[in-house]
């Protein structure tokens, strides 16, 4: 069994986390619920920017909110002096509606609306990462409207493929995202951003994937950068004065994981910008990065009820809580794996093997396959370890479910930060057209 952060046993035998006994905070709140511990939250966050402040080159941190986008979090990246990445409308009302500074924010997506692009451009954000040449025209034309001269990185695709899952791969050169490197799209989008009376082009970025365990990958893509960034010097007299190498970084989800902490990371980046920069006479640019789920993703613990349980001989045990694919779609979507324990039972032995169930009406609505865990019984909480990123915000309402509510918990603490949905919530947005009330007609 691994705990994260600052879980623990207590002495009832319950998950303790933030100096909160989880069956207290599943009868105060109910299940699924969705416990945030603050403390590892805002621990994650200054190991990255003390990283960063130790090799005393120019950075900025960005929380990547499309791993876990709330106010509260929001308001916990605000204090801990980080930036932040946005990817929406959405989002970035939301960092303003938490009173984030909109000059430390920063909107990524390839396929921003013109609606989002000038919400963006009134609330006077610090940058815009531009995707594609659409963008890149699109943008200066509604900078021009409003009068206004932006700052923008280009993103690049780098051709430094991750090893991880298919789905979440995003520096290789075939991809949705980005000016391909290779293919000479980067260096004509430079061309034309410079020529742009309404951009202020500073910079490149890229990402290279998600769950990364090593340096490498990190090491080769701070090369390609620098590498082009030399090339638009010495042919087109342009200095980048910003290299944004995007996040990745991986957590524990299973034993099966070794991430490294968040100083290799860092550490790493730095070295390779220096080397190669250096070696060109190149000014240090400024680094940025942009880590989410190795900020959030392990201090979350999502908490669920047991239900029913379902004994096929010789087969399987299946134990069905009751949440699933609405609160957590990884495992649907990527075959994601967890590690769980029954958080009213932590000291008994586990002596059978179950697959937890979700609640949906899909049979790959499964969380976890073939788990040890204590003789289950309905009633008991069973607490699923890591699920801080991506789990709140790929929520959805299918079958028609309540989204749960997310709490933060810190020195014995429980703050509500997001609500439990209700049914009313389900329907506020439906609309029952009068021809719809009339009864049928008679056939």
């Avoid at 047991?306 to 299946?318: A, D, F, L, N, S």
Wanted: net charge negative; glycine share 10%; charged share 20%.
């Amino acid at each position: 069994m691994h705990l994260h952060g600052t879980s623990r046993i207590n002495a009832e035998g319950r998950l303790e986390i933030g100096g909160c006994d989880v069956r207290h905070l599943a009868a105060e709140f109910g299940t699924p619920l969705y416990i945030v511990d603050e403390a590892l939250v805002r621990q994650r966050m200054r190991e990255f920017v003390n990283a960063f402040r130790a090799t005393g080159i120019p950075f900025q941190v960005a929380y990547a909110s499309k791993a876990f986008c709330t106010m509260a979090i929001c308001a916990v990246a605000e204090q801990e002096g980080l930036s932040l990445d946005v990817v929406s409308g959405g989002e970035l009302h939301t960092a303003l509606k938490a009173g984030f500074p909109a000059k430390r924010i920063h909107f990524h997506g390839n396929n921003k609306t013109p609606e989002e692009i000038l919400l963006a451009l009134d609330a006077d954000i610090g940058c815009f990462v531009v995707d594609n040449f659409v963008e890149l025209d699109l943008l200066d034309a509604l900078a021009g409207e409003r009068g206004k001269r932006v700052n923008i990185l280009l993103r690049i695709t780098p051709g430094v493929e991750a090893h991880t899952h298919e789905y979440i791969s995003t520096g290789q050169q075939d991809s949705k995202f980005g000016f391909d490197l290779a293919g000479g799209a980067a260096f004509e989008a430079v061309k034309r951003a410079n020529a742009k009376p309404n951009l202020e082009l500073i910079g490149i970025h890229s990402h290279i994937g998600s769950q990364i365990f090593a340096t490498e990958g990190f090491r080769l893509a701070a090369a390609r950068a620098a590498e082009f960034a030399i090339r638009v010097r010495d042919e087109l007299g342009i200095v980048l004065r910003v290299i944004n190498l995007g996040g990745g970084f991986g957590i524990r989800y299973t034993a099966e994981d070794r991430p490294l902490s968040p100083a290799e990371y860092v550490n790493a980046i730095v070295d390779a910008v220096r080397t190669h920069f250096s070696a060109a006479q190149y000014p240090i640019p400024e680094i940025w990065i942009e880590p989410g789920r190795s900020i959030v993703g392990d201090a979350g613990t999502t908490l669920y009820t047991v239900g029913t349980i379902k004994e096929i001989p010789g087969i399987r045990k299946y134990v069905a809580v009751d949440g699933g694919m609405t609160d957590n779609p990884r495992p649907a979507l990527y075959g994601s794996k967890y590690e769980a324990v029954l958080a009213n039972r932590m000291n008994e032995p586990a002596t059978e093997t179950v697959s937890i169930a979700g609640k949906c009406c899909e049979s790959g609505d499964m969380l976890i396959w073939d788990i040890e865990l204590p003789p289950v019984k309905p009633g008991d909480l069973l607490a699923v370890f890591c699920t801080g990123a991506y789990n709140y915000a790929m929520a959805s309402n299918y079958n028609r479910i309540p989204r749960p509510a997310v709490v933060f918990v810190k020195d014995g603490q429980a703050s509500l930060v997001v609500r439990r949905e209700t049914y009313e919530d389900i329907v506020s947005c439906d609309l029952l057209p009068e021809r719809l009330k009339k009864a049928p007609a008679a056939n």
